[in-house]
């Protein structure tokens, strides 16, 4: 039996598809990049056989008339899931771990539009959501400071500062404001690993008006697009809660948050890339979250070379109140 026809043979059999779980799973068993980079080259490899044999039996005609089938059927599919539950990405996968433990990265999650979505709603003035954009004010006794996103995003740029000494060890002595918004620091835990836990500040509540608005892991998850410029677009598509629905003059917003994250996700700023994030316009919102499927994801991320996790997949925030 020469290469061709063992090759042959174990194609027809059910063997590639069970190398494909079980690098899967050693992936996951130890989170180690080669099983991904193998789980990617078996697919090449799955692919280019596909083709190579249907060339040699069928010619390059036929195989090209297959491909064009297939790549039709893989089109319908797409579309009438797209028609069904009215968004144009009906399928995502996320790649990050930023909303643990609601969504783990890896998760194929199906996405709904719906067109509204669960959140604390606002109607607010043009004024109040150019506040939105500006710098934050920060304050702590009779010393304030202007910062760009946040005083969170400031003190990790610096973290030496005498002003970050003082929010890393008592958070919730600070008040930063935007216009009439006020973002409200505590103390959270985050877990590293099975049992090492440490304190940190993270965001508790956020104030409109002298109403507080607190976090609610109640509301819907969303898929949005990021505006052009914000950091997060270097990300691609975002998967995150809604946390405020902003009205302003016949136009809608939302204020968003990672349930792992220590901010709304306004309040990031990379100072390495001078970039921040901005409310998310409705029409950048693909749909809501509604069903996930474990693990499947991660075959499209290791299609995509998305093959490292971050240290975030390693740490989980908890509230006080939890």
């Not at 069970?18 to 980079?37: E, G, N």
């Not at 500006?134 to 304030?144: E, F, M, N």
């Not at 109640?218 to 505006?227: A, E, K, L, R, W």
């Not at 075959?299 to 939890?322: A, G, I, R, V, W």
């Amino acid at each position: 039996m020469n290469w061709e026809e063992a090759f042959q043979k174990f194609e027809k059999s059910n063997v590639q598809f069970s190398l494909l779980i079980i690098l899967l799973v050693l992936y996951l068993v130890t989170k180690h990049i080669l099983f991904a980079v193998l789980t990617l080259l078996a697919f090449v490899v799955m692919l280019a056989s596909e083709v190579y044999f249907g060339v040699k039996k069928h010619g390059v005609r036929h195989e090209i008339l297959d491909t064009i089938v297939a790549v039709i059927f893989a089109l319908v599919v797409w579309y009438g899931a797209s028609f069904l539950l009215n968004t144009a990405s009906p399928i995502s996968a996320v790649v990050s771990c930023s909303m643990l433990p609601a969504i783990q990265r890896g998760d194929l999650i199906i996405v709904q539009g719906a067109g509204d979505y669960a959140a604390y709603e606002l109607n607010i003035t043009q004024a109040d959501y150019n506040a939105l954009l500006g710098y934050s004010k920060a304050v702590h006794g009779d010393k304030v400071i202007s910062v760009k996103g946040s005083v969170f995003a400031f003190c990790q740029a610096a973290p030496d500062d005498p002003f970050c000494y003082d929010f890393a060890t008592k958070p919730e002595e600070f008040s930063e404001t935007r216009g009439n918004f006020a973002f409200n620091y505590g103390r959270c835990k985050r877990r590293i690993g099975a049992e090492i836990y440490k304190e940190e500040p993270c965001i508790l509540n956020v104030s409109y008006k002298n109403k507080t608005y607190p976090i609610k892991l109640s509301h819907d998850i969303i898929v949005y697009q990021p505006n052009p410029n914000d950091v997060f677009a270097l990300y691609g598509d975002i998967i995150h809660r809604a946390y405020f629905k902003l009205n302003v003059d016949g136009r809608t917003y939302y204020l968003t948050k990672g349930d792992n994250n220590n901010l709304l996700d306004i309040q990031y700023y990379s100072y390495y890339y001078e970039r921040g994030n901005t409310p998310v316009p409705i029409e950048h919102v693909k749909g809501r979250d509604v069903f996930q499927i474990p693990f499947l994801g991660y075959y499209k991320l290791f299609l995509s070379m998305m093959f490292s996790e971050d240290t975030q997949c390693n740490t989980l925030l908890f509230y006080p109140h939890e």
